[in-house]
């Protein structure tokens, strides 16, 4: 049973920073694209950022410059970096593993982020 865990969440000050985690228990790792998505109440789920098994990455357009992707294949870790957190990046973010062939594709439960003053 492959699990991915989000940690790293909680509550910020705008302007602040915070640092996801996602620990993933799949042993073919560095193969999968990998994701976090975003949920806001009342909206739709959206896509942050990815990083392929290449390095290269994807942001939405309303994070760049201030998130960063990464991953550890090494530790079976993805990261998301969050600096300069406005109040609108408040959501449940939310892991995710993608592989096209064979199509294989896992979520982690989410965790929490709350940008308030």
């Known amino acids: 049973q492959v699990q991915l865990v989000e940690s790293g969440g909680g509550f910020v000050q705008p302007g602040g920073s915070l640092r996801l985690s996602c620990a993933a228990s799949m042993s073919s790792f560095s193969t999968y694209v990998m994701r976090w998505y975003r949920q806001a109440p009342g909206k739709q789920r959206e896509l942050v950022a990815h990083?392929?098994?290449?390095?290269?990455?994807y942001y939405t357009d309303s994070v760049k410059g201030r998130f960063t992707i990464s991953r550890d294949n090494a530790k079976n870790t993805v990261y998301l970096q969050m600096n300069s957190l406005k109040p609108e990046d408040t959501a449940v973010y939310y892991c995710n593993a993608l592989r096209l062939i064979p199509h294989k594709e896992y979520w982690g439960p989410g965790t929490q982020v709350t940008v308030s003053s």
């Open positions: 990083i392929h098994s290449t390095g290269s990455t």
